[in-house]
């Protein structure tokens, strides 16, 4: 069965800064019916690097009693002590989840391939038998720590069965075309929309998108159709302006009516009002005007 899209849930704040747990399932829920396959949570998007254990272990709880199936979630784990990364990964997969999105160690740069092997090697080990459905998450923009193409064959060709797929936020296109050409038989994900469409046609099988926070149904045709969508290309443009997650957040805050999304934690800050109102104008004129 193909990957398909999944929404790289952003997570709600309430006003003391907690978890809006009911908010988040009701995102999901959204996001599910709108036509996303799964909801990642703790990504990038979902700001996971600043959410704790027991939070964790309260928002698996929260979308499983809310009708949230575990095969329809993929939890990612973004931290740097292999114990950590596989605590974190084996809670997860221990409650269903479909899948570990799972981010290179970014505090120590210039780390050698040896290195990371190492330490994914590490987490592996310390996951044992638990260990399967793992996506890899190249994401050097943030990370800091790209995984070569060289590192990713030979985690898959050590842990087969483990080392299922990559998800590929890179950004650049001959990465991604190689990656499709020497491990197609990989769940490969395209996490830039600007290549999203032509990446699937080449074989690509799908996304883990934070566009897919508000615009499900047209980010849905670009992963699992291959059809382009020059407005969510545009659109992409105008939140690569600004700080990513908070962007996303502010644009789920803007069709939603809800100000409560525009909160992110320390160390992000929310996006200017001036921000806020380019970013929905951008929206508008994409999407709502006669013309689009």
Not at 106 to 123: D, M, Q, R, T
Not at 166 to 172: A, F, P, R, T
Not at 246 to 261: E, F, N, R, T, Y
Request: hydrophobic share 45%; charged share 20%.
């Amino acid at each position: 069965m193909r990957f398909g899209l999944s929404v790289a849930l952003a997570t709600p704040f309430d006003k003391d800064g907690r978890i809006a747990l009911d908010a988040m399932v009701a995102q999901a829920r959204r996001s599910l019916d709108a036509g996303c396959a799964s909801a990642t949570i703790f990504g990038t998007t979902g700001e996971g690097c600043s959410i704790g254990n027991r939070e964790r272990e309260a928002v698996l709880s929260a979308m499983i009693s809310g009708g949230i199936a575990p095969h329809q979630m993929v939890a990612g784990v973004l931290v740097d002590a292999a114990e950590d990364a596989a605590e974190q990964a084996a809670h997860a997969l221990s409650r269903g989840a479909r899948n570990i999105l799972l981010a290179p160690p970014s505090y120590f740069k210039n780390v050698s391939e040896e290195g990371l092997f190492g330490w994914y090697s590490a987490v592996f080990g310390l996951l044992g038998d638990k260990a399967r459905d793992i996506i890899v998450y190249h994401i050097p923009s943030v990370t800091m720590v790209p995984l070569s193409h060289a590192l990713i064959g030979r985690l898959r060709q050590a842990f087969p069965g483990v080392v299922t797929g990559v998800k590929d936020s890179g950004g650049e296109w001959a990465f991604t075309e190689k990656l499709l050409k020497d491990h197609g038989d990989l769940i490969i994900l395209i996490g830039d929309e600007r290549h999203l469409a032509q990446g699937v046609r080449l074989g690509g099988q799908g996304a883990i998108s934070g566009v897919a926070n508000f615009a499900p149904r047209e980010v849905r045709r670009m992963a699992v159709d291959g059809e382009d969508d020059q407005r969510i290309v545009d659109l992409v443009l105008e939140l690569l302006k600004y700080p990513v997650t908070p962007a996303v957040k502010a644009m789920i805050a803007h069709l939603s009516g809800d100000p409560s999304w525009l909160r992110v934690r320390p160390p992000l800050l929310s996006i200017t009002e001036e921000g806020q109102r380019l970013l929905g104008s951008a929206f508008d004129t994409l999407f709502r005007s006669k013309a689009a």
